[in-house]
């Protein structure tokens, strides 16, 4: 079956844009997780739903960052007024159910802000 | 706080070579710990995980066993190939919440022919 994917694969802003990133998780899976990958790092978590409600954004690193997943399926990845340190690639996961389910991954948004 | 410390890369072996990447952890409670690896222009893919101490996960000839005692989920493969030539990510999660994965820097493996 589909895997996770990611669009767009790769997105250039200027700093102080708007940018939405889109994933899609694998169907019927009810877990998604958005984590950050920097150059030359590990993913950092940033922020996981369960359904339609984020049950933990304790990794969003400030109120520019927010995600929504209106109907349980798909989630956008919204960063406001964006910053040259927001360059990034931007990974998404989904599971069954959560808890200790593997993690699928999408191949990620390299986002570049000039 | 939870984290997880991976032997600095990069790694370059010749082809058969004996394969240790060494991982170390910090935890609260009782983690479950992966290893992810991601090939050349692919997304990360499970690799391998062990969820209690002393299982052991193994997977494409790979296998890291997970050690309680030394807080550690060395990888090792006995001959490595070409096609082993990847980034490979150390990796846990604790059993609360979300269960987010606290990932290890990477380490950037090269295998010569």
């Known amino acids: 079956g589909a895997g996770v994917s990611q669009t767009p694969s790769n997105k250039v802003t200027e700093k102080g844009k708007y940018v939405e990133l889109r994933c899609d998780p694998i169907?019927?899976?009810?877990?998604l997780y958005w984590y950050r990958q920097s150059l030359g790092q590990g993913p950092e978590f940033l922020i996981y739903f369960q359904g339609t409600g984020a049950a933990d954004d304790s990794g969003l690193p400030n109120d520019r960052f927010f995600a929504v997943r209106p109907e349980g399926s798909v989630s956008t990845l919204k960063i406001q007024r964006t910053e040259r340190g927001d360059s990034a690639v931007y990974l998404c996961?989904?599971?069954?159910?959560?808890?200790?389910?593997?993690?699928?991954f999408g191949p990620g948004t390299r986002l570049t802000v000039l | 706080g939870n984290s997880v410390t991976q032997m600095e890369g990069p790694v370059t072996l010749s082809e058969e070579a004996f394969l240790t990447i060494n991982c170390t952890y910090t935890a609260t409670g009782y983690p479950s710990l992966f290893w992810y690896v991601q090939y050349p222009g692919e997304g990360l893919q499970l690799l391998l995980k062990?969820?209690?101490?002393?299982d052991k996960g193994s997977n494409k000839g790979f296998e890291a066993t997970y050690r309680k005692e030394t807080t550690s989920f060395h990888l090792e493969k006995g001959s490595v190939q070409v096609s082993d030539s990847a980034v490979y990510f150390c990796a846990l999660t604790v059993p609360q919440g979300a269960q987010k994965l606290v990932f290890g820097q990477g380490t950037r493996l090269t295998i010569n022919p």
């Open positions: 062990a969820t209690k101490a002393d």
């Open positions: 996961a989904s599971s069954p159910l959560g808890g200790r389910d593997t993690q699928y």
């Open positions: 169907s019927g899976h009810t877990a």
